[in-house]
């Protein structure tokens, strides 16, 4: 293929995605029914129901508008050569491949967070303001944006530093050394993600010692299950949402409830949704989709070898030689079928795990418990009751909660 075919066909793919994606979230818009289901009703009213509807249309407008911004950015770069421009400014001063392609990423970061800024404060501030949820001051914005860019820094250019030199070592087969390497971190990362990065941005407290500490240990012990560390995370100083997380292998497993669900759900349905997590450790969950994401991760490291030795690609977005950062950017967008063909058949087996972690605490502890935690979970966070099935197919990692409640009553 000529540059300018792999052209048209990168083209092709970011207004694909973009009309895909977009006419995917209208259908998913107008699926939302006038009636609400009986097995609700004790937990939304109408006007409830009314704010949960509006809520999902505001929040769908506003990410319209920056997607389709994004998209005409994005188009604009490529038709104009912009990437190119971009390159070749950077070479007049810098020679060295790492630099050249560190600052064009820096740049590209910059640009793309300038203009997603806005509509994030936007969404922060009035949206979820509106709605009831935002907990977030312009502080603890301004300070997230400023402790995310160091990260970005930091772990963004250890990895670009360690890709561009494997690739510069080995003419060919680059993409096993790669693929280990990039595997070694995602280990890493799993392992101690709690410990390093979450208290970056999150004050993690050891759960006291009184009844929902002993309820928790009591059912651990009962099931087998080692857990030493139970934190409570401070989510209430960005939103009033609720939520959970397991993280951790090994000696490193760690749960964290956020304070926000400690605050509105009883001990019993806290226990219950602790059991959730605890049943995707023993069904071997955490296991299997480490495996699936690094399997995943082979397949990215290949085919971006194969982009990488093919010049014309480069050429595409205005290099005049192949160009690590330029095969890069065009490698993003010509894997976006793939990806989103894996990404599909990785959200099969998470609801697939979901619906087994969800027995597993039915069993094992109190289904009836779950289901409470699940319904106040889905009112209080203003969820779609009626996902599209095709949007649940493509997008959700979790059933909808419907087809969770019939599950657990059967």
Known sequence: MTAENWLYLIIGLVVFNYLFSTVLDFVNGKNWKTEIPPIMKDYYDEDKYL???NYSIEKGKINLISSTLSTLITLLFLVFEGYGWLDNFISHYYDFPFLKSGIFFLLLFILIDFISIPFSC???FVIEEKYGFNKTTVKTFVFDKVKGYLLTLVIGGILLFGAIYIVSLLENGFWVWLWLSLSI?????????????VPIFNKLTPLETGSLREKIESYTKKVGYSLKNIYIIDG???????NAFFSGLGPRKTIALYDTLV???????????????VGHYK???????????????????????????VVEISQALGGKEM?????????????????TILSILMNINSRKNEFEADN????TYSGAALELALKKLSADNLSNLYPHPFYTFIHYSHPPLLKRLSALNK
Not at 236 to 242: D, E, I, V
């Open 185 to 197: 971190i995602i280990l890493l990362v799993n392992m101690f993600y709690a410990d390093l990065i």
């Open 263 to 277: 605050e509105k759900h009883t001990e019993e349905e806290l226990v219950a949704v602790l059991a959730h997590e």
């Open 122 to 124: 936007y969404n922060t």
């Open 360 to 363: 597993y605490a039915k069993t």
């Open 236 to 242: 209430s100083k960005r939103s009033s949402k609720a």
């Open 323 to 339: 160009v690590f950062h330029l095969g890069l950017v065009a490698f993003g967008i010509l894997y976006s079928p793939i990806g």
């Open 283 to 309: 069904k071997k969950h955490v296991f299997t989709s480490l495996v699936l994401t690094i399997s995943q991760l082979g397949l990215m490291c290949f085919l971006l070898e194969f982009c990488l030795k």
């Open 51 to 53: 704010k949960a509807k």
